[in-house]
């Protein structure tokens, strides 16, 4: 997607800029052979042919040139150029020499004609923008389009060319651009290394200052990252819209210290009145979590501030900084702050069914556009990545190339157990081992996709890739520097959701492109085969048990839904007259083994003690459901065979078959009648299918 002017730095004046040591240092940074005037495919370094265009094996049957002509530019252009054209190669750019030349051309004819320009930024992007419409007039042409495309290649100049001129720490500019200026503090691996952040949307001076110092230092200590630092830009923006409705006096927002209360009150009032403009929320008001953690940004803000106002007044040169006072600390009254709500959603763990929906049609991510796919196999390696491991998405997306650690041994049966382990980025949580045991078809996708982004570098011109990622960003980034974007991936499960349109249990909609849920379903599956908390927690990759007991309460909700399902049955085949929640709670705090029987539960109070041995299916506190009926019918058989058996014996000893009042056939027959009436009262009200609980085989089983 092309970057628009909104996102570059519309405050800083370009006209100062040039100095003419930096453009000579900038020369003399090049290696010799990047030093030139005019590249030909002779005199270019290799990794300048490799990155051009028209040097790919597709491109080379037109027969195009691969050269590129700076010579009748003043040498102070051709300086800039010539260190342009390195840094797109550094960065992985490709370069189309076509369009090089022709902004050279017309470049060459602006200054012809204006002979005082000796840098390209001495002007603005507006400026040029009004010599080039000029020239093609001269020449008879109305060429928007034309200008667009110089304007297009010259934009990319102009990032790279303002961080090298630019006098100062980096951090004072009002767009940071990580792939233009090293100097910004990333992590080894992270997520949105490619994003710019423009403070130039804080248009009150003293805000856009003071937001600099505050995230800078954030981000050089690592109490941000780059990652998080747009969100606080983003709450910072609600202060800004404030300040544009109702002003303020400065950092301290009023002189009177009585008028900054209710100053803040109006802000908290402005959130709670907003009503989102755009997407799927539209018209509804501002979500109470986005407005809370837009107060709690603001508050951290000032409280950073007032702690280093010192240093703030003297590095940004503003003294009002000196008037932030304790009282600047505690922004809002505790009513006026939205409470703190962390509602789980109730469709974050995928049936068995649902999963194998989802896998089946996940091929339409990888068929080409002309077989009616997406032509994007990234996307499906990736998905059958999160389904299988249960890793985050950005721990999917940033796996190194070669991410595989083979065991001398594997573990379990040879087609299913484990073979490898899998090294994964940590961007959220750091544990000491960032591995996971994996399995045939893990370690398949993984060389399957290892396989397709070497063949997808060397397309791009990368004879002897060595990428760093195992999925490959394919914009600018020629080197396989850059992931996969969690952003890209995201879309195109948002784009495989309505076209598979599956629905769960309850028939609402499965959003594919929510990706934690299968990290949820693989932790609930863990639990639920009888996994230790433990191990799943090292599985995870938790720091704490608490992370890992979040799975476990989905669990619970799991086991009790699934307990309530069943109508309750007595022994004597009528549905027990107790609340079936009530029932539930007893079992739960009692939690003693002998209450829970094969075939069914005991409802004697714990301090009573059964005198009645195995009669259970006679006895009044004896209580099952249909999740025991296989048991039941089972037991039914089994006392059946075991009474004709009985009657042979008898009869074959004393010469007659017993009769129904013989003590130990009468107790059998009891037995009978109770099963039956029970397995014909839970036939009566079972549901067609259910789930068995927390701690039994996983997976769906038919009420028969």
Same mark, same amino acid.
């Given at each position: 997607m092309p970057r628009t002017s909104a996102q570059r730095d519309q405050q800083l004046d370009l006209h100062g800029l040039y100095s003419e040591t930096r453009n000579e240092s900038l020369w003399h940074s090049l290696p010799e052979n990047g030093r030139q005037r005019h590249f030909t495919r002779r005199s270019m370094p290799p990794q300048y042919a490799e990155a051009i265009l028209e040097n790919r094996p597709g491109a080379r049957a037109s027969e195009k040139s691969i050269a590129i002509n700076f010579r009748d530019l003043p040498l102070s252009i051709v300086r800039e150029l010539a260190w342009?054209?390195?840094?797109?190669? *550094?960065?992985?750019?490709?370069?189309?020499?076509?369009?090089?030349? $022709?902004?050279?051309?017309?470049?060459?004819?602006?200054?012809?004609?204006?002979?005082? /320009?000796?840098?390209?930024?001495? $002007?603005?992007?507006?400026?040029?923008?009004?010599?080039?419409?000029?020239?093609?007039?001269?020449? &008879?042409?109305?060429?928007?389009?034309?200008?667009?495309? !110089?304007? $297009?290649? #010259? =934009?990319?100049?102009?990032?790279?060319?303002?961080?090298?001129?630019?006098?100062?720490?980096?951090?004072? @500019?009002?767009?940071?651009?990580?792939?233009?200026?090293?100097?910004?503090?990333?992590?080894?691996?992270?997520? +949105?290394?490619?994003?710019?952040?423009?403070? &130039?949307?804080?248009?009150?001076?003293?805000? !856009?200052?003071?937001?600099?110092?505050?995230?800078?230092?954030? @981000?050089?200590t690592g109490a941000y990252t780059w990652t998080s630092l747009k969100s606080r830009l983003d709450q910072l923006k609600w202060l800004q819209r404030h300040i544009d409705i109702h002003g303020a006096a400065g950092p301290h927002i009023a002189e009177d210290a009585d008028a900054i209360r209710p100053?803040? +009150?109006?802000?908290?009032?402005?959130?709670? &009145?907003? =009503?989102?403009? +755009?997407?799927?929320?539209?018209?509804?008001?501002?979500?109470?979590?986005?407005? !809370?953690?837009?107060?709690?940004?603001?508050?951290?803000?000032?409280?950073?501030?007032?702690?280093?106002?010192?240093?703030?007044?003297?590095?940004?040169?503003?003294?009002?900084?000196?008037?932030?006072?304790?009282?600047?600390?505690?922004?809002?009254?505790?009513?006026?702050?939205? *409470?703190?709500?962390n509602r789980s959603s109730t469709d974050r763990v995928l049936s068995d069914e649902v999963v194998q929906q989802i896998a089946a049609g996940a091929n339409l991510l990888g068929l080409s556009t002309d077989e009616g796919g997406m032509g994007d196999e990234q996307a499906l390696r990736a998905l059958l990545l999160l389904i299988r491991t249960g890793r985050r998405i950005n721990e999917v997306l940033m796996l190194d190339f070669d991410p595989l650690e083979t065991l001398q041994t594997p573990l379990g049966d040879s087609d299913t157990g484990f073979v490898a382990r899998l090294r994964y980025q940590q961007t959220k949580v750091y544990?000491? %081992?960032?591995?996971?045991?994996?399995?045939?078809?893990?370690?398949? #996708?993984?060389?399957?996709?290892?396989?397709?982004?070497?063949?997808?570098? $060397?397309?791009?011109? %990368?004879?002897?890739?060595?990428?760093?990622?195992?999925?490959?960003?394919?914009?600018? %980034? !020629?080197?396989?520097?850059?992931?996969?974007?969690?952003?890209?991936?995201?879309? =195109?499960?948002?784009v495989l959701t309505n076209r598979l349109d599956i629905r769960d249990a309850n028939g609402r909609p499965v959003e594919i492109s929510k990706t934690h849920t299968f990290r949820h379903t693989k932790a609930t599956n863990l639990l639920n085969a009888g996994v230790p908390l433990h191990v799943v927690m090292r599985f995870l990759g938790h720091q704490s048990v608490n992370m890992t007991a979040y799975y476990a309460k989905t669990l619970e909700r799991t086991a009790e839904r699934e307990f309530l399902r069943y109508q309750k049955v007595t022994a004597d085949g009528k549905l027990l007259d107790v609340d079936p929640r009530d029932l539930y709670d007893m079992l739960e705090l009692d939690r003693r083994a002998d209450r829970i029987l094969p075939n069914g539960v005991c409802l004697l109070p714990p301090r009573q003690v059964c005198t009645k041995g195995n009669a259970c299916l006679t006895c009044t506190e004896f209580v099952t459901d249909g999740s025991f009926r296989p048991e039941l019918e089972d037991q039914l058989n089994r006392t059946e065979a075991l009474i004709e058996q009985r009657q042979v014996t008898f009869e074959a000893r004393?010469?007659?078959?017993?009769?129904?009042?013989?003590?130990?056939?009468?107790?059998?027959?009891?037995?009978?009648?109770?099963?039956?009436? /029970?397995?014909?009262? /839970?036939?009566?009200?079972?549901?067609?299918?259910?789930? *068995?609980?927390?701690?039994?085989?996983?997976?769906?089983?038919?009420?028969?």
């Amino acid at each position: 997607m092309p970057r628009t002017s909104a996102q570059r730095d519309q405050q800083l004046d370009l006209h100062g800029l040039y100095s003419e040591t930096r453009n000579e240092s900038l020369w003399h940074s090049l290696p010799e052979n990047g030093r030139q005037r005019h590249f030909t495919r002779r005199s270019m370094p290799p990794q300048y042919a490799e990155a051009i265009l028209e040097n790919r094996p597709g491109a080379r049957a037109s027969e195009k040139s691969i050269a590129i002509n700076f010579r009748d530019l003043p040498l102070s252009i051709v300086r800039e150029l010539a260190w342009c054209l390195h840094e797109h190669v *550094r960065v992985g750019r490709t370069i189309h020499a076509e369009e090089w030349n $022709r902004l050279s051309a017309i470049i060459e004819a602006v200054v012809a004609s204006e002979p005082a /320009i000796h840098s390209l930024v001495q $002007r603005t992007e507006a400026e040029w923008a009004a010599s080039f419409h000029a020239h093609y007039a001269g020449q &008879g042409v109305i060429a928007p389009g034309k200008v667009e495309l !110089r304007l $297009r290649c #010259l =934009r990319k100049l102009l990032d790279h060319l303002v961080v090298a001129y630019h006098d100062g720490e980096w951090w004072e @500019l009002d767009v940071w651009n990580p792939l233009c200026d090293p100097r910004i503090p990333l992590r080894a691996h992270e997520p +949105s290394g490619r994003s710019v952040t423009n403070l &130039g949307h804080l248009t009150a001076p003293w805000l !856009r200052a003071g937001a600099k110092f505050w995230l800078k230092t954030y @981000l050089e200590t690592g109490a941000y990252t780059w990652t998080s630092l747009k969100s606080r830009l983003d709450q910072l923006k609600w202060l800004q819209r404030h300040i544009d409705i109702h002003g303020a006096a400065g950092p301290h927002i009023a002189e009177d210290a009585d008028a900054i209360r209710p100053w803040f +009150s109006s802000f908290a009032a402005f959130l709670r &009145g907003h =009503r989102v403009e +755009s997407g799927p929320t539209a018209g509804q008001p501002l979500g109470a979590q986005q407005r !809370r953690t837009t107060m709690s940004t603001i508050e951290t803000f000032y409280r950073f501030m007032f702690d280093n106002r010192v240093e703030a007044a003297r590095t940004l040169n503003d003294q009002r900084w000196l008037q932030v006072g304790l009282h600047h600390c505690v922004l809002f009254r505790p009513d006026e702050r939205p *409470r703190f709500t962390n509602r789980s959603s109730t469709d974050r763990v995928l049936s068995d069914e649902v999963v194998q929906q989802i896998a089946a049609g996940a091929n339409l991510l990888g068929l080409s556009t002309d077989e009616g796919g997406m032509g994007d196999e990234q996307a499906l390696r990736a998905l059958l990545l999160l389904i299988r491991t249960g890793r985050r998405i950005n721990e999917v997306l940033m796996l190194d190339f070669d991410p595989l650690e083979t065991l001398q041994t594997p573990l379990g049966d040879s087609d299913t157990g484990f073979v490898a382990r899998l090294r994964y980025q940590q961007t959220k949580v750091y544990t000491a %081992n960032p591995s996971i045991l994996a399995d045939a078809e893990v370690v398949a #996708l993984v060389k399957a996709q290892q396989a397709w982004c070497i063949g997808y570098l $060397r397309g791009v011109g %990368n004879s002897e890739p060595t990428p760093k990622y195992l999925f490959v960003k394919t914009h600018v %980034n !020629r080197l396989g520097s850059h992931p996969y974007s969690a952003a890209t991936l995201h879309a =195109r499960l948002g784009v495989l959701t309505n076209r598979l349109d599956i629905r769960d249990a309850n028939g609402r909609p499965v959003e594919i492109s929510k990706t934690h849920t299968f990290r949820h379903t693989k932790a609930t599956n863990l639990l639920n085969a009888g996994v230790p908390l433990h191990v799943v927690m090292r599985f995870l990759g938790h720091q704490s048990v608490n992370m890992t007991a979040y799975y476990a309460k989905t669990l619970e909700r799991t086991a009790e839904r699934e307990f309530l399902r069943y109508q309750k049955v007595t022994a004597d085949g009528k549905l027990l007259d107790v609340d079936p929640r009530d029932l539930y709670d007893m079992l739960e705090l009692d939690r003693r083994a002998d209450r829970i029987l094969p075939n069914g539960v005991c409802l004697l109070p714990p301090r009573q003690v059964c005198t009645k041995g195995n009669a259970c299916l006679t006895c009044t506190e004896f209580v099952t459901d249909g999740s025991f009926r296989p048991e039941l019918e089972d037991q039914l058989n089994r006392t059946e065979a075991l009474i004709e058996q009985r009657q042979v014996t008898f009869e074959a000893r004393h010469g007659q078959r017993m009769e129904d009042r013989n003590v130990w056939l009468a107790g059998r027959l009891k037995e009978v009648v109770a099963l039956r009436q /029970i397995i014909t009262t /839970i036939d009566e009200v079972a549901p067609s299918s259910a789930v *068995r609980g927390a701690g039994t085989d996983a997976g769906q089983k038919a009420a028969t």
